[in-house]
């Protein structure tokens, strides 16, 4: 069985001018009317988009597993980027899971969001390693959640949010 860690890590909130990466660990970027209004929100709220030259891979996935995993790995290498956003959802991600090294991941802690079938990656990168990861709006969904959404989204990026208290 894989190791858990032993205490939560909590990444570096962001600034304005940071850089977001964005990735397709699942499905193809799809919707590109969404992704523009997902990009001009982020846009809006100060940060740059950094968007990989793979993105527009098509298929039933964005690309083979190892070609999406190499993806992760090269957006979140990228020592610019300080929050790396999925695209979207939709089946695949589970397979990233053999080629990436979770453990060199949280050398470098960065915000990692997402939600559907990103789940996996930020459930087990967080047991593995204790990177605290973002069950959150991806790119695509962004511009259609409701306007507290997306603030609450902007404030949990920011570290400028109420903690819940027990």
Do not use: C
Not at 26 to 35: N, Y
Not at 83 to 102: D, E, I, K, Q
Not at 140 to 164: C, H, I, M, W, Y
Request: aromatic share 8%; glycine share 8%; charged share 20%.
């Amino acid at each position: 069985m894989p190791e858990t860690a032993d205490k939560p890590v909590l990444p570096p909130f962001l600034a304005p001018g940071d850089a977001i990466g964005v990735i397709t660990p699942a499905g193809p970027a799809t919707a590109p009317d969404a992704i523009q209004a997902g990009i001009k929100l982020l846009e809006k709220e100060g940060y740059q988009v950094k968007i990989p030259a793979d993105l527009e891979r098509q298929g039933f996935l964005a690309g083979t597993d190892e070609e999406r995993a190499r993806q992760f790995i090269n957006v979140w290498n990228d020592s610019e980027i300080k929050a790396v956003l999925a695209v979207r959802g939709g089946y695949g991600s589970l397979r990233l899971l053999p080629y990436l090294n979770l453990r060199e991941l949280a050398e470098k802690p960065k915000i990692l969001a997402g939600f559907s079938d990103i789940t996996i990656l930020l459930n087990e990168i967080s047991r593995q390693t204790g990177l605290v990861t973002y069950h959150a709006p991806m790119l695509a969904t962004l511009s259609r959640s409701d306007q507290r959404s997306q603030d609450s989204f902007f404030k949990v990026l920011t570290g400028n949010f109420e903690p819940v208290n027990s």
